[in-house]
């Protein structure tokens, strides 16, 4: 407790300090604060308002009405620490060489090829959001998980006037959930109050919902025809923790003048993990977290700013995380720097302008915890490309009439194939992507029953019989052996 104490002194003695560090301008001329709530591994089919009917989520159903809600938006990879690094610095993770979770899976006999050694975090060569809002006057706090460097690559290393880390798991009571969501929304409110005067930055990165999670017994016993009772009652802690800090938004009669974007950093968990044996589904889409279909890639997304962005919108534009960066440059009035990947969508959010047509790439050259292979993806229009780097193999899909990516069309279409898979190498070539080499340790007859045998990619946990849900539990067991395949 005294620990926790020290760490909200400190926020609140940095935001004195920020609030009083520059004259405040007139709320006519001054440019928007910025809310960015970030959740961890929520999938884009966990909320109300995308056709979930048994998660109970109406702070971010409201948020969805009074803003814009996007249905194709994509993480810039579908596992935690390179997606936050991307929005942080609006470059894609290939040319970052950031590419997995920190500090990454340790090599292992079932895999065919070695992964790359991967940068342990950002380095401080890059910029990220603080130094471009300082310039323009801006407070700024990172608030939750970071967990893209550790000790000397933290928030206030790269300029963030104040940092709340909090705590990834809290005991649920009657004013906290099970992932500090209430305690890390109070941080906000403070700086937020602390700074009204002037505008600011709040990046809020919650640890929700991520393994391992709790919640009250109330709120799962108010959730118990949901497909999972625990995790929908973290979803909707969460969906509270936002109806807080919205009504403090509101309070403090800064709505009209404050973006607030709730976003995730990637797909939601779609198989068994740790001692969670279902957690969640992702709705008409394939896999989820650790994989290149779009289960592990879209994510939710809505954008608010009253008077800016029209309300009650739904887009199907698609646009990738890494444009943040450029998109928030723009909306606060501030030149488009040289040399990065995003592109801006402010048009977008604000008139409804259409984006031109371009192609989104991911280079995800890594085995993951939920069962992922090492692969590239690019997406151009309605068409899929996912090239595997252990096998050679090559999935191609037509989203417009596949959106489950059920139908491999690779063999029918080699001309498409071989285009879109030179225009990816090109992109790679680029980025100075790196790439896997083979695996002189590796034990066939592990890869194949890990990832052949069965296809953890291809479970689908709503409609799964008992004998898949025994299957995907036993294949959960081979992943998680101590030797894993040796």
Request: proline share 8%.
């Amino acid at each position: 407790m005294r620990i926790i104490f020290c760490h909200l002194l400190l926020t609140l003695l940095a935001c004195t300090a920020v609030a009083d560090s520059a004259p405040a301008k007139s709320t006519t001329d001054r440019p928007p604060n910025i809310v960015f709530i970030l959740a961890d591994d929520l999938g884009v089919y966990d909320l109300h308002c995308y056709g979930r009917a048994d998660h109970h989520t109406p702070n971010l159903d409201r948020l969805a009405a009074q803003g814009k809600r996007f249905t194709t938006a994509f993480c810039a990879q579908p596992i935690c620490s390179p997606s936050r690094a991307a929005i942080l610095t609006g470059k894609t993770p290939a040319r970052l060489h950031l590419t997995t979770y920190l500090p990454g899976r340790q090599d292992l006999p079932s895999q065919l090829v070695l992964h790359p050694v991967i940068e342990k975090q950002v380095p401080l060569t890059e910029k990220m959001w603080p130094h471009y809002f300082k310039a323009a006057g801006y407070a700024s706090i990172a608030i939750g998980k970071w967990h893209v460097g550790g000790k000397g690559f933290g928030p206030l290393d790269f300029g963030f006037d104040a940092e709340h880390p909090g705590k990834a798991n809290t005991p649920p009571s009657a004013s906290e959930g099970g992932k500090g969501e209430f305690e890390l929304t109070a941080a906000a409110e403070t700086f937020m109050e602390a700074n009204k005067e002037r505008p600011f930055v709040v990046y809020l990165a919650h640890n929700t919902p991520h393994i391992h999670y709790s919640a009250s017994p109330e709120r799962i016993a108010a959730n118990a025809q949901a497909f999972e009772p625990v995790y929908a009652a973290v979803i909707e802690s969460l969906d509270a923790s936002v109806g807080r800090l919205l009504t403090k938004i509101d309070t403090l009669g800064i709505a009209d003048r404050t973006i607030v974007i709730f976003t995730s950093d990637n797909g939601g968990l779609h198989v068994p993990e740790g001692d969670h044996q279902r957690v969640t589904h992702n709705g008409p889409f394939r896999a989820g977290k650790g994989y290149g279909y779009e289960g592990g890639l879209r994510i939710p997304l809505i954008v608010r700013w009253p008077n800016h962005v029209p309300a009650g919108v739904v887009t199907d534009t698609a646009m990738v995380n890494t444009d943040w960066l450029p998109t928030l440059l723009e909306l606060t009035g501030q030149p488009a720097p040289t040399g990065l990947d995003g592109t801006s969508i402010a048009g977008l959010l604000t008139a409804g302008q259409a984006t031109t047509e371009r192609s989104f790439y991911w280079h995800f050259p890594h085995y993951t915890n939920q069962g992922g292979r090492p692969c590239g993806v690019i997406r151009t229009g309605q068409w899929k490309l996912i090239e595997y780097f252990d096998d050679q193999s090559v999935e191609l899909y037509d989203l417009a009439a596949d959106t489950g990516e059920t139908t491999n069309l690779a063999a029918a279409n080699p001309e498409r194939v071989g285009k879109m898979r030179a225009e990816l190498a090109a992109w790679r070539t680029r980025n100075n992507a790196q790439s896997n080499s083979p695996n002189p340790g590796c034990n066939p007859q592990a890869f194949r029953s890990l990832y052949v045998d069965f296809d953890p990619s291809r479970f689908a946990p709503t409609t799964a019989r008992p004998d898949q849900w025994q299957a995907v539990q036993a294949w959960r067991k081979g992943m998680d052996a101590p030797d894993k395949g040796r």
